[in-house]
């Protein structure tokens, strides 16, 4: 069945710092692919998406672009915030059903 | 402006006591997930629906259940909830069964006691 996975965390970086978050996956046909992030505490907030390949998603200085050929959608950011400090979830949205499939989620820690 | 609201955030019950909690959504979207999330790990799927047709999970307990009285609102009852049904509870809405965004509430995080 489809599948997610995501490079382990927690993942610490002091401020400023350049942020990769690793995911691929795995799934018949081409799924659209989403980041979500999850503060202490909250539910889950959309990020960014993509739903074709070489599609780029951006919001809020993240970027992530859909690699059909490595099957993967990693998550950059240029110069991270201690306020980005949060759980990221990689996710597909199945073609068989359109239900969200997550990765096991990446917990950051930014320091001042 | 919430879109998907869950009621109440924070609910303790006591083993073994039915337990319900509520969603609502302003989106108009077809289709509610429940999501339920153990600390440190993805949320896990256990029912949703399209519109009033309801569709649960394999794996999903029996002692899980829902209800759908209309397209705004959606609960979740827990018939005899364990210490194992610790958890945070998500509800998420979307458009379709596509390949569409999931919106989510913040959350009811359960504890039992």
């Known amino acids: 069945g489809d599948s997610v996975t995501q490079m382990e965390g927690p993942v610490t970086l002091s401020e400023e710092a350049f942020l990769t978050i690793n995911c691929t996956y795995t799934a018949t046909g081409y799924p659209s692919l989403f980041w979500y992030v999850q503060y202490p505490g909250e539910g889950l907030q959309l990020l960014l998406k993509a739903t074709k390949a070489d599609d780029k998603g951006s919001n809020k200085g993240f970027e992530a672009t859909y690699r059909k050929e490595t099957t993967s959608f990693h998550l950059e950011k240029g110069s991270v915030q201690v306020s980005d400090s949060a759980v990221y979830f990689c996710a597909l949205s199945s073609t068989q059903g359109g239900k969200l499939i997550f990765g096991q989620g990446t917990e950051l820690s930014v320091k001042p | ?113």
């Open chain 2, 1 to 113: 402006d919430a879109m998907v609201i869950q009621n109440p955030r924070y609910q303790v019950t006591q083993f073994g006591k039915p337990v319900t909690l509520s969603c609502s959504q302003t989106l108009n979207h077809n289709v509610m997930y429940w999501y339920q999330q153990k600390s440190s790990q993805a949320p896990k799927l256990l029912f949703h629906y399209y519109d009033k047709d309801f569709n649960n999970e394999a794996d999903t307990p029996d002692n899980f259940q829902s209800r759908r009285p209309n397209t705004s609102f959606c609960f979740l009852d827990i018939r005899s909830p364990g210490l194992g049904d610790a958890a945070m509870y998500l509800c998420a809405t979307s458009r379709g069964r596509g390949q569409t965004e999931a919106f989510f509430g913040q959350g009811t995080r359960l504890t039992v006691v």
